[in-house]
């Protein structure tokens, strides 16, 4: 009887091993996974809060099969070795800036051009469409999981900017495409990163800062910065991309949740940002007593004649390079009006 009992046994074993070599993606697609995700800015900013809000979606709606290990401000890669060290696999994902290395990403760099966007998830929707539609070679090397950009670069100082005259010869902080665009307005850009620009504006080297104005209250600029002024001067870009050979191994299961989490995590990332911009302003006026300020509608159409040079040269520079231009600036333009029509203020 015992013999039969283990001729059984091994019979049934012999079953189920035949059963997993027939379908050996239902191994596969059970086994755990655990991603590696590294991102720049510190971990309370709304770079990383949307990070951290991804990873947690990923986990819920693959039932636990997939972990994303979270690596915030700079600890796994720093900011503009974030898109290589994806590439090489350093990290499985790596979200960054493409401003920060100019030319590398010359369709992305359309939406980082002073267009005027009201809002970061308008730009965001328009970014992600530019990306879908195109397919650039920019990222090739990678899977784009999704894409987002800031709110719109305001300007914060030390003096109230009332009119485009209080610019002239103004030392403001900048960065990138800022820099360009303030020469334009009159203003002289100095170039340094955000978490120099405390100590340059209480030391009085700069009069204050050019960024989306979360920033207000994420690093407590409204303490010695009492005026802002609405100027929606430009945005900048972010993309989150995975490693090519790591999406590959991915089950088919698996994937399929990434790509419908994609735009999804996009515009969630626009809305939660705005509405940060939202609360940081309440909180500057409350604690602060902090002004916020905007331009008379003919110093914002003048803004637009400024700075338009800067579009002209974008569109000559992608076009020498064998770019569409002209059709990638009139799409900007359309997902502008369409996206700020559906979310307005």
Known sequence: MKGKKSVFILGLSVLILGALLMYPGNVQSQAKITLTYANFPPATTFPCVQMERWAKEIEKRTGGRVKVQTFPGGTLLAAKNIFDGVVAGTADIGNFAMSYQPGRFPLSEAIDLPIGFTSAKAATMALYDLIMKYKPKEFEKVKVLTLFTCPPADLMTKTPVKTLADLKGMELRASGTGAAVLKRLGAIPVGMPQSEAPEAIQKGVVKGNVSSMEILKDFNFAAYLPYATESNLFVVSFAVVMNKAKW??????????????????????????????????????????????????????????????????????????????????????????????????
């Open 248 to 345: 590959d191994s991915l089950p088919a299961d698996i994937k399929k949740i990434f790509d419908e989490t994609s735009r999804e995590q996009a515009l969630w990332t626009g809305t939660y940002v705005d509405d940060h911009v939202k609360e940081a302003l309440k909180w500057s006026k409350e604690k602060y007593n902090h002004k916020l300020l905007s331009f008379s509608a003919k110093d914002q159409a003048e803004i637009r004649k400024l700075v338009k040079p800067i579009i002209d040269e974008y569109v000559s520079k992608v076009t020498a390079a064998g770019m569409p231009g002209q059709q990638i600036i009139k799409d900007v333009y359309d997902l502008k009006a369409k996206y700020e029509k559906e979310y307005k203020k």
